[in-house]
């Protein structure tokens, strides 16, 4: 999916990165490309910017296949709970076909909880604690000094 008409240097550009190419080859594409900053810079806008729609695109088509999916477990399941019904209504736990055999089988034994406080506690998994970084860089900010702990400022390319 193309948004912009690329020169055929970008054009490079984007096969590279849509055949896997290492960062390294395309480092080395993209310093070979002789032109004014300002236009490396549209130019590679325009190479993000139809990445970012391939991303949206795809992310779409896996929403549409998760749906369909669903659905398709759904139906299996429906079908499965009809033989079931089938097979009880009949009084048999088998039965044969050409192909394939349904039947009625005991599933392994699990444990049907009730009143969990009565439950002794090593039977509990313990989770291990999780550090709330929102939370901690929040006390920082306010001045609480919390040894080994520092707010650091980094900063980041924003294309616009």
Do not use: C, W
């Not at 960062?23 to 810079?41: G, H, P, W």
């Amino acid at each position: 999916m193309k948004l912009y008409e690329l020169t055929d240097s970008y054009t490079q550009i984007l096969d590279m990165i849509e055949e896997g190419a290492d960062r390294e080859s395309l480092k080395d594409t993209l310093d070979s490309i002789e032109e004014a900053v300002e236009e490396k810079v549209d130019r590679i806008g325009m190479v993000m910017k139809t990445l970012e729609a391939s991303e949206k695109a795809i992310k779409e088509e896996e929403q549409r296949l998760s749906q369909r999916k669903k659905h398709y477990q759904s139906e299996r399941e429906h079908l499965k709970d009809y033989l079931e019904h089938q097979l009880t209504t009949m009084g048999k736990t088998k039965v044969k076909g050409t192909m394939f055999t349904a039947g009625i089988q005991k599933n392994p034994p699990s444990v049907d909880v009730m009143e969990e406080e009565h439950i002794p506690k090593k039977y509990y998994i313990e989770k291990p604690p999780q550090l709330d970084r929102k939370a901690l860089l929040d006390a920082v900010k306010g001045g609480e000094d919390i040894k080994g702990v520092a707010i650091k400022q980094t900063e980041g390319m924003r294309l616009r």
